[in-house]
């Protein structure tokens, strides 16, 4: 795997190899060995995977106590793919960082404790597939606005946004910035 350049700290952005042919292709999605090379933890409690239509929106949302990291990928179709830095003390708290995932490149996204994390779906249909470090608790779900004018996450245009309810009245950073547990 090759590891691919990312401006937030502690991000891990990874671009497999694909071995395809007029078959199809094989891509090798987690290795621990590898992981544990790029700094990826392996101790993985709980996967997950959601299916979405084009432009479903979902987040930007994280786990408060214990956290929860994620490695992240698309399985079918592409999403733009966003994290935020939620760490108070890092020289780049509330910056976000996108990329796109698709299911042909097999592009994995390292996303440690300490981040929000969302995506929108850019094509047909989406499935995102992702590895957690703790278990879900819903308990301990929390998030902030999508659209927050002052984190101003740059969303690719020409697609209607399909988003939650609670996506759209979470909070701006600004007031939930001071209770975030994360530090640096």
Known sequence: MQRLETRLDGLV???????GDERGFFVETFRADTARSYGIPTDFVQDNHSRSRQGTLRGIHFQT???QGKLVRVARGEVFDVVVDLRRGSETFGE???????DTGGELLWIPVGFGHG???LSETADFVYKCTNYYDPATEAGIRF???AVGIEWPSGVELLYSERDATAPLLSDV???LPFTV
Do not use: I, K, N, S
Not at 13 to 19: E, I, N, Q, R
């Open 13 to 19: 952005h990874l671009a497999p190899t694909v071995h």
């Open 96 to 102: 976000w960082e996108g990329v796109r995932l698709t």
């Open 119 to 121: 995506f929108l779906v």
């Open 65 to 67: 106590h214990p956290g």
């Open 177 to 179: 910035a001071e209770t």
């Open 147 to 149: 659209d927050d004018p």
